[in-house]
């Protein structure tokens, strides 16, 4: 009995049509490695990458900023009633009693 192995072995067909593939793909990854080595080197000058940075930090400084501003916006509607109630409270414990007097004596 023949392995699979052997009866692969004596088919020279099967061989040789493996063989021409590998040969193509070699020949296609060659053709594309020759030709994307060609590009030429792109050389960015450091003021050319500061501005970059430099627009792009602004961008997400402004954004950052408005959600700061909506978040303050949205805090302070029910912050501020709370600490205008205790701030009225606080003033009202601390302020002397004042007696209620009638006009004229109190007669």
């Given at each position: 009995?023949?392995?699979?192995?052997?009866?692969?072995?004596?088919c020279?067909?099967?061989?040789?049509s493996?063989?021409?593939?590998?040969?193509?793909?070699?020949?296609?990854?060659?053709?594309?490695?020759?030709?994307?080595?060609?590009?030429?080197?792109?050389?960015?000058?450091?003021?050319?990458?500061k501005?970059?940075?430099?627009?792009?930090v602004?961008?997400?400084?402004?954004?950052?900023?408005?959600?700061?501003?909506r978040?303050?916006d949205?805090?302070?509607?029910?912050?501020?009633?709370?600490?205008?109630?205790?701030?009225?409270?606080a003033?009202?414990?601390?302020?002397?009693?004042?007696?209620?007097?009638?006009?004229n004596?109190?007669?």
């Open positions: 009995m023949l392995t699979c192995l052997e009866q692969f072995l004596r020279p067909q099967r061989i040789l493996l063989t021409m593939k590998a040969i193509k793909l070699s020949i296609v990854l060659a053709c594309l490695f020759t030709v994307s080595c060609k590009k030429e080197v792109q050389v960015i000058r450091p003021e050319v990458i501005g970059k940075i430099d627009s792009i602004n961008v997400r400084f402004r954004e950052l900023d408005a959600n700061a501003q978040d303050l949205y805090r302070i509607t029910i912050e501020l009633r709370v600490k205008a109630d205790s701030i009225y409270n003033r009202l414990k601390a302020a002397p009693a004042v007696k209620a007097t009638q006009p004596g109190g007669q």
